[in-house]
Nanobody
């Protein structure tokens, strides 16, 4: 079992930046593919970005490509999401998620992730 705790959310003006962090405890973090998934009010969960177990491979939703960067530090059991050029459309709860299958490839399918954090709110004002 792995526990995931996100932080770094907040209120920011359009055009601003935020960096989200997710710290894991338990499990074997270094073997998991990880992802960020967000959910806006009244909408379904939406894939944002994913990274493989080593950090060598990443994948982004078209809506965030070129603005967001996903990274990880396995020595610190940590996952990050650097978000730049934020827009009001980025407003959502952002969840950190893990695919605990051994060294699984990156995936944009939220149903592939079997461990989730509690989420951190990101609000972008216009």
């Amino acid at each position: 079992q792995v526990q995931l705790v996100e932080s770094g959310g907040g209120l920011v003006q359009a055009g601003g930046s935020l960096k989200l962090s997710c710290v894991a405890s338990g499990g074997t973090f270094g073997n998991y593919a990880l992802g960020w998934i967000r959910q806006a009010p009244g909408k379904v969960r939406q894939f944002v970005a994913a990274i493989n177990w080593s950090g060598a491979s990443s994948y982004y939703a078209d809506s965030v490509k070129g603005r967001f960067t996903i990274s990880r530090d396995n020595a610190k059991n940590s996952l990050y999401l650097q978000m730049n050029s934020l827009t009001p459309e980025d407003t959502a709860i952002y969840y950190c998620a893990a695919d605990r299958a051994f060294r699984a490839p990156v995936t944009s399918d939220p149903t592939s992730y079997d461990s989730w954090g509690q989420g951190t709110q990101v609000t972008v004002s216009s």
